[in-house]
């Protein structure tokens, strides 16, 4: 079966000539197929792992994050309005909001980073390099649920074309290109990605009062929705009394670990039922994702070992320091707040932009986790510190391993001089 | 001491009962005990360590602090029969076990009639050497058939005797191929009987270089022919091979045991300093008595996967070769026949080949060096589209049958062609294929044998994954980074992270796991001719 289906489609496979059309071919061709590649001289024997193999499986390790935050979409937003409180209360309406939330941006954000992907292998004459396959996965995940659309297409464009493809590619770039994408909406479009007022989906500041208002699309699974004889969205309306919209950080800063308290739970930390980025919260889930990717060995245990030290030690230094009320905050409840976990398991991890050798993984590692939580905790301006962390050290990323490779260097020269 | 320090404890602890904070007394004085202990601890480790390196006994690799090691603790435990012994423990490293393990026995059926001297296979000669034979001629085992015309001295000689029958080339008129039928009856040119205790080191290489031992012996760095004006720092001889298929070299040397003795016994004089020998200490079975009860000989074992019976990682972890560094390194089957060369006046080029993989009988055969690849697999091949390796799989050279064993191989390994499409095979790969990733369940299959083929298992990529490199090399080298420094031609680089101490085998494993499918074992070639011309 599999022969005739590959003869038909070598018979329509478009002309290299064609750049555009051929390249498209051979990507779709390839997902569908290994190609019929034999080593040449050199190994005659090659290990069954691949690139897309490689990819594939940080994807895999993404979806528990995307299941927990679709529906947590959804939960915010009921429970914002003091609607459906339980967590399985009014099941199918959350996650139907988060799906009309999620899709959107999981789609805008594979089709214009593919896009711009498959435009660049066409135009430089290669086949279609798998690195976006984790970048469109990661992005949704890190932005506010209410994004604009044009936006986020926005900081795929400036992401992709000026943080990858103007650096050769996948394989080439020095900054991880999802949070590249993050931090273009930070900077540019500050309102849209901090503050109170987004972390929370459907629902509109007007004044001083929050309140939400349902679209078409509701009202369109209204209709279903009640014909089934289910609970439905309804017109929308005014959020409960003393919703602020802030997450556990923006708490913190206000008024220490009491204020982050009187508003979550540990518990609801831990689990994730807290606004935030789409799917930074839920904490076992992400777990999960890490240990899948330290056993099968995709990510680097390292960084994410030596970034948790580095988060832990300077979460103590800060509670010894202890000035502020934030700083007062039990070292390991940094864990719980934010996105920590995330950046760790998925952010860092990056194996092309994060540092290359061993050693200068356990420095890079240490080093994110220890600036991350100093922006966080002693910067005002940024209630978050991962993002800016990680991209600070794929900078460094490159003189660390300098470092580590010139004392390899050194090592070798100094043996030498002793045996001469 | 302790009896002081209970003393100091009780009037510290009397005070802090007063005060109420027993607490941070009890604390204190836990500290201040805890950092007592650890300093005295420390002191006598270090006494041992310094006392061990005086007597020289922590070169056997056995542990002399008080301290275990983390491997000690958790790590399997060496074999008895390397107590005492220097052993270099390597934990890097993959075994791949590949279906067609060659039995142990000689098949006596399997033959070859014609035998090639290739000019290619030696690094460093000019691609056209001087022949002193034509087409027609006949030779006898040992007489000398080309030189290079850069080093007139340096001479090849005939494996077996018979009529030259072709004198293959490549293009430019390169020759490819000096080949022979062999006489059904050996004869052997006589060689000069040299007498080693009297003879000197030029005696000794003016010998080996006229009656063709050079051609056996490689010169590292850049795996190239002996250059005769420099004395080597070392000689070194792996006795196993761990690559995929090997042939067992403990089988390899039975019978051969006096020669290989002998041939040690010429080395050592050959050296300024001296011949090492890597031993397996992995394997349940002590080694051969010929490479154990060698003597005159630096004995080092060497606990570890593949590539731990490779020279180059064995050379690693005795005496590494540093800048302006020359060291020898030959295979034990060559030991035996410079040691004839001495014992028995003659060129015994006879060799014992392991041929495995996908054949039908995979077996031993008696030869000689350079034997016809098809001859040998007469009547045993009956896949459909298989390839002909000389050497093994990972580092071997692609051959057909009517081309060669290389000189320096002692192994033919065929496997399947992999030309086919697999639908979704890079994500549900339903065949098991070997591999490094715990993404595939091998890792509950450790003693499984695979049935290989050739597809590459996806496409050539820009270097993406980090770090799996050094996981399967048991070598300081960031292979990784001296693959790019070669890549730009950054030579200072190349040479100050390590490019002088590997050879394409040492790195074979890691182009093998590489995600990326990069032609490894190539680049690294590139990058030691562009050293090598600097």
């Known amino acids: 079966m599999d022969n005739g289906l590959i003869k038909f489609l070598k018979k329509i496979e478009p002309s290299k000539d064609k750049k555009m059309l051929h390249t498209l071919f051979d990507g779709f061709f390839t997902f569908a197929f290994t190609p019929n590649q034999t080593t040449k001289n050199g190994v005659h024997l090659r290990?069954?792992?691949?690139?897309?193999?490689?990819?594939?499986?940080?994807?895999?390790?993404?979806?528990?994050?995307?299941?927990?935050?679709?529906?947590?979409?959804?939960?915010?937003?009921?429970?914002?309005?003091?609607?459906?409180?339980?967590?399985?209360?009014?099941?199918?309406?959350?996650?139907?909001?988060?799906?009309?939330?999620?899709?959107?941006?999981f789609v805008v954000a594979n089709v214009v980073g593919l896009g711009i992907e498959f435009f660049y292998a066409a135009k430089k004459g290669h086949p279609i390099e798998e690195g976006y396959i984790v970048t469109g996965a990661l992005i949704p995940l890190i932005m506010p649920p209410d994004l604009p659309l044009w936006i986020l297409a926005m900081s795929i464009v400036f992401a992709v074309i000026l943080g990858k493809e103007a650096f050769g590619g996948t394989g080439m770039n020095i900054w991880n290109i999802a949070l590249l994408a993050r931090v273009f909406v930070f900077f540019a479009y500050p309102t849209t990605i901090s503050g109170d007022d987004v972390w929370v989906s459907g629902i509109a500041k007007e004044g001083i009062t929050y309140s939400t208002e349902y679209t078409m699309v509701h009202g369109w699974l209204d209709n279903l929705f009640s014909s089934f004889g289910w609970s439905v969205f309804g017109e929308g309306g005014v959020v409960i009394d003393g919703f602020s919209g802030a997450t556990p950080l923006s708490l913190a800063v206000s008024g220490g670990w009491e204020a982050v308290t009187s508003q979550f739970t540990v518990s609801q930390m831990w689990w994730g039922l807290i606004p935030g980025s789409i799917g930074e919260t839920c904490k076992p889930f992400i777990i999960f994702g890490a240990l899948f990717l330290i056993i099968t060995g995709i990510a680097s245990w390292r960084v994410m070992l030596s970034m948790a030290i580095g988060c832990a030690v300077t979460g103590m230094l800060l509670n010894g320091w202890g000035a502020t009320e934030y700083m007062d905050i039990p070292w390991y409840y940094h864990f719980y707040m934010g996105s920590f976990l995330f950046a760790m398991a998925f952010m860092a991890t990056d194996p092309v932009t994060a540092a290359s050798t061993n050693t200068g993984k356990w420095i890079y590692g240490f080093m994110a986790g220890m600036v991350g939580l100093i922006i966080r905790v002693i910067n005002p301006a940024y209630p978050e510190g991962w993002m800016l962390a990680i991209l600070f050290m794929n900078t460094l990323a490159p003189t660390i391993d300098f470092y580590v490779l010139d004392a390899n260097m050194k090592r070798r020269a100094r043996r030498a001089q002793v045996a001469a | 001491?302790?009896?002081?320090?209970?003393?100091?404890?009780?009037?510290?602890?009397?005070?802090?009962?007063?005060?109420?904070?027993?607490?941070?007394?009890?604390?204190?004085?836990?500290?201040?005990?805890?950092?007592?202990?650890?300093?005295?601890?420390?002191?006598?480790?270090?006494?041992?360590?310094?006392?061990?390196?005086?007597?020289?006994?922590?070169?056997?690799?056995?542990?002399?602090?008080?301290?275990?090691?983390?491997?000690?603790?958790?790590?399997?435990?060496?074999?008895?029969?390397?107590?005492?012994?220097?052993?270099?423990?390597?934990?890097?490293?993959?075994?791949?076990?590949?279906?067609?393990?060659?039995?142990?026995?000689?098949?006596?059926?399997?033959?070859?009639?014609?035998?090639?001297?290739?000019?290619?296979?030696?690094?460093?000669?000019?691609?056209?050497?001087?022949?002193?034979?034509?087409?027609?001629?006949?030779?006898?085992?040992?007489?000398?058939?080309?030189?290079?015309?850069?080093?007139?001295?340096?001479?090849?000689?005939?494996?077996?005797?018979?009529?030259?029958?072709?004198?293959?080339?490549?293009?430019?008129?390169?020759?490819?191929?000096?080949?022979?039928?062999?006489?059904?009856?050996?004869?052997?040119?006589?060689?000069?009987?040299?007498?080693?205790?009297?003879?000197?080191?030029?005696?000794?290489?003016?010998?080996?270089?006229?009656?063709?031992?050079?051609?056996?012996?490689?010169?590292?760095?850049?795996?190239?022919?002996?250059?005769?004006?420099?004395?080597?720092?070392?000689?070194?001889?792996?006795?196993?091979?761990?690559?995929?298929?090997?042939?067992?070299?403990?089988?390899?040397?039975?019978?051969?045991?006096?020669?290989?003795?002998?041939?040690?016994?010429?080395?050592?004089?050959?050296?300024?300093?001296?011949?090492?020998?890597?031993?397996?200490?992995?394997?349940?079975?002590?080694?051969?008595?010929?490479?154990?009860?060698?003597?005159?000989?630096?004995?080092?074992?060497?606990?570890?996967?593949?590539?731990?019976?490779?020279?180059?990682?064995?050379?690693?972890?005795?005496?590494?070769?540093?800048?302006?560094?020359?060291?020898?390194?030959?295979?034990?089957?060559?030991?035996?026949?410079?040691?004839?060369?001495?014992?028995?006046?003659?060129?015994?080029?006879?060799?014992?080949?392991?041929?495995?993989?996908?054949?039908?009988?995979?077996?031993?055969?008696?030869?000689?060096?350079?034997?016809?690849?098809?001859?040998?697999?007469?009547?045993?091949?009956?896949?459909?589209?298989?390839?002909?390796?000389?050497?093994?799989?990972?580092?071997?050279?692609?051959?057909?049958?009517?081309?060669?064993?290389?000189?320096?191989?002692?192994?033919?390994?065929?496997?399947?062609?992999?030309?086919?499409?697999?639908?979704?095979?890079?994500?549900?790969?339903?065949?098991?294929?070997?591999?490094?990733?715990?993404?595939?369940?091998?890792?509950?299959?450790?003693?499984?044998?695979?049935?290989?083929?050739?597809?590459?298992?996806?496409?050539?990529?820009?270097?993406?994954?980090?770090?799996?490199?050094?996981?399967?090399?048991?070598?300081?080298?960031?292979?990784?980074?001296?693959?790019?420094?070669i890549l730009v031609n950054d030579y200072e680089r190349m040479e100050g992270l390590g490019l002088l101490e590997v050879v394409e085998e040492d790195l074979a494993l890691c182009e093998f796991v590489c995600t990326s499918k990069q032609p490894i074992q190539k680049i690294l070639r590139e990058g030691l001719n562009t050293l090598r011309e600097q």
């Not at chain 2, 015309?149 to 018979?162: E, R, T």
């Not at chain 2, 300093?273 to 349940?284: A, F, M, R, T």
């Not at chain 2, 390194?329 to 996908?358: C, H, N, P, W, Y």
């Not at chain 2, 590459?456 to 820009?462: L, P």
């Open chain 2, 1 to 485: 001491m302790i009896s002081g320090l209970m003393i100091f404890s009780s009037v510290v602890y009397g005070q802090g009962a007063e005060n109420a904070s027993s607490f941070y007394t009890n604390l204190l004085i836990g500290t201040l005990g805890f950092v007592v202990i650890a300093v005295l601890l420390q002191l006598t480790d270090n006494l041992l360590l310094i006392e061990a390196k005086k007597t020289g006994a922590d070169k056997t690799g056995r542990n002399f602090s008080i301290f275990p090691t983390i491997g000690e603790i958790f790590k399997k435990r060496l074999p008895a029969r390397l107590d005492g012994e220097q052993v270099v423990r390597l934990d890097k490293g993959h075994d791949i076990l590949v279906e067609g393990e060659s039995l142990e026995t000689v098949d006596s059926k399997v033959k070859a009639n014609t035998f090639a001297l290739q000019p290619p296979n030696y690094n460093g000669i000019k691609p056209i050497p001087k022949l002193v034979v034509q087409v027609g001629d006949s030779v006898k085992a040992g007489d000398e058939l080309f030189y290079d015309k850069q080093n007139p001295d340096l001479k090849f000689v005939a494996p077996v005797s018979g009529e030259v029958i072709a004198l293959n080339r490549k293009e430019k008129r390169a020759i490819k191929e000096v080949v022979i039928l062999a006489d059904k009856k050996q004869e052997f040119r006589t060689l000069p009987s040299i007498d080693l205790e009297e003879s000197s080191r030029e005696d000794l290489i003016a010998f080996m270089m006229e009656y063709g031992a050079f051609g056996m012996i490689r010169q590292r760095p850049y795996n190239v022919v002996v250059d005769h004006t420099v004395i080597p720092s070392n000689i070194f001889i792996s006795t196993f091979d761990s690559a995929p298929l090997a042939p067992n070299l403990n089988f390899v040397i039975k019978g051969k045991e006096a020669a290989f003795a002998q041939g040690l016994k010429v080395l050592s004089k050959l050296t300024s300093g001296q011949v090492h020998l890597g031993l397996d200490g992995k394997s349940e079975n002590s080694p051969s008595p010929a490479f154990v009860e060698a003597e005159g000989v630096e004995k080092t074992y060497f606990y570890g996967a593949h590539p731990a019976g490779n020279v180059g990682i064995q050379i690693h972890h005795t005496a590494p070769i540093n800048a302006n560094d020359t060291v020898w390194t030959l295979d034990v089957q060559a030991v035996a026949t410079i040691g004839s060369m001495v014992a028995d006046s003659k060129f015994d080029a006879s060799r014992v080949v392991a041929i495995g993989g996908a054949v039908d009988n995979p077996t031993y055969a008696n030869t000689y060096i350079g034997a016809n690849i098809g001859e040998l697999l007469k009547d045993n091949v009956s896949i459909e589209k298989p390839r002909y390796i000389s050497g093994d799989i990972l580092s071997g050279e692609q051959k057909q049958t009517e081309e060669f064993l290389n000189i320096f191989d002692d192994q033919i390994s065929v496997v399947k062609e992999g030309d086919y499409y697999e639908m979704f095979g890079w994500l549900l790969p339903l065949s098991p294929r070997p591999s490094v990733s715990n993404t595939f369940p091998n890792f509950l299959f450790r003693d499984h044998k695979f049935e290989v083929d050739t597809n590459t298992h996806g496409e050539y990529r820009a270097f993406v994954v980090t770090g799996q490199y050094e996981k399967v090399l048991p070598m300081d080298i960031y292979p990784q980074h001296l693959l790019k420094s």
């Open chain 1, 47 to 105: 290990d069954g792992m691949d690139l897309k193999r490689t990819m594939i499986h940080v994807v895999i390790a993404l979806q528990l994050c995307y299941l927990f935050g679709t529906y947590n979409i959804g939960h915010q937003h009921f429970y914002a309005l003091g609607e459906f409180t339980g967590l399985f209360d009014g099941f199918h309406l959350k996650l139907t909001h988060g799906l009309v939330k999620m899709l959107p941006i």
